[in-house]
């Protein structure tokens, strides 16, 4: 436990020692500030569950289970605990897993009361910066491009609905079904594709994605179902996973002949000789709402009920900020080493502000904000503030309409032409930020250049300049 030798708390004090195991029973329990409890209730408290015990305590706040979630250290400058026929005190909290090999089996929690270590509060926590804190570092590593990168356990979820669609992966990968993944862009749906497929039973066969909004259609039938010369991802996936990105950018005409082939698992060569026969699963997503999609007319109404037999919606991340603490951290250790910073420190402003943003773009645009502060913060620097994002940060706010244009209600027009005017009016904003740029305009809004241009002839936006 490397963890352990650098204790958030002054000369390492601490006043209280907890360890659960994954059930959440406390196995041990020594506290020796009578506020939490005395040493005789210390050992009562061993057998029970832990959020029994503490009645304010649940999943998602506790110290504890976050650390046994996460798979990395939690610290917590502000845990309010209240047990059970006690008053309710504030502590400092500091959560480590427990591992058995690769198994997490428990978590080991030290803490002190709020004030007790005798320092001041200097506005920041501490970050899981050890190479085996987090499963995350698999996410980065080169692969063949023919695996799936992200496991299961890459998938940050303390928000309880996102902890309901990751459970779901091992559902939809324990079938051959087809699967449709619903959720904005930047909410995760390539990693829960790739989990999906590393989940099931054909995690060593190959894994092909696609995306078919930023690919002409000539060349998207070519790379779908071959050519003389070359085979397609579906013959090239047989036995494995094809992940289908953004299927309503694919034509009806494509979408069709997909759903014939899919249907009746045989594939023909170009002149209609020699079949091949093949077996694959197929994970499709959308990042507009279904019934849209299949009203004007991008996306077929059977392909629809084809691959969505299975259906993981993935919700926006203004809609689980418990998690972005989570994401921050990922994503400093990722960027240490591209920048060659240190950064050991998350500020709580910092945390506090980038809980208060919408996140159109979601994790996306919220690595893209923190991308920039690793870029920019001072090589000397262990801590991130929210002084080194600040400047990104407000760009993003300039993006995003003011409250008061959001609650006008009744709204005059309908609901499709209230969406495709926030829509026009996002690109234009973003536009304006990139000085007509349509390359860096696609950046800020954090979409495939295909996607915006197709965007810009829909609402026929005048371009400045490219």
Known sequence: MNEMKNLPFKDGYIDGITILNLEGEVLFSAKFNAKLSNPDESQRLIGKRYLDLYENLTPENSTLYRAMQTGGPVYEENQYV?????DGITIKAFSIPIRSGDRIVGAI?????????????????????????FRSEQTYKLINQMRAIYEYDDIIAINRQMKNAKEYIKVVAACNLPVMLCGEIGTGKEMFAHAIHNTSEKRDAPFLSQNCAATPEPLLE???????????????ADG?????????????????????VLQSGVLYGPDGSVPCRFSIKVIASLSRDPERCIEDGTLRKDVYYYLSKLTISIPPLRERREDIRCFVETYIKKYNPVFHKSIRYISNKLIDKLQECAWPGNTGELEQVIIYGMSVVDGKSDTLRFSDVEKRYRTLMRLVPEEDDMQKFPPKDSLD??????????????????SGNITEAAKILNIPRQTLQRKIKQYQIRQISE
């Open 82 to 86: 209240k047990l059970a026929g006690k």
């Open 109 to 133: 929690d030290l803490s002190c009361q709020e004030g007790q270590d005798g320092g001041s509060n200097d506005d920041r926590v501490e970050i899981a910066l050890n190479e085996e804190s």
């Open 222 to 236: 070519n790379v779908l179902f071959g050519t003389p010369e070359s085979k397609g991802i579906l013959e090239l």
């Open 240 to 260: 494995g996973t094809v992940f289908l990105d953004e299927i309503d950018g694919m034509s009806p005409y494509l979408q069709y002949k997909l759903l014939r």
């Open 417 to 434: 032409q209230a969406v495709n005017s926030y829509e026009r009016e996002i690109i234009q904003r973003a536009f304006t930020e990139a």
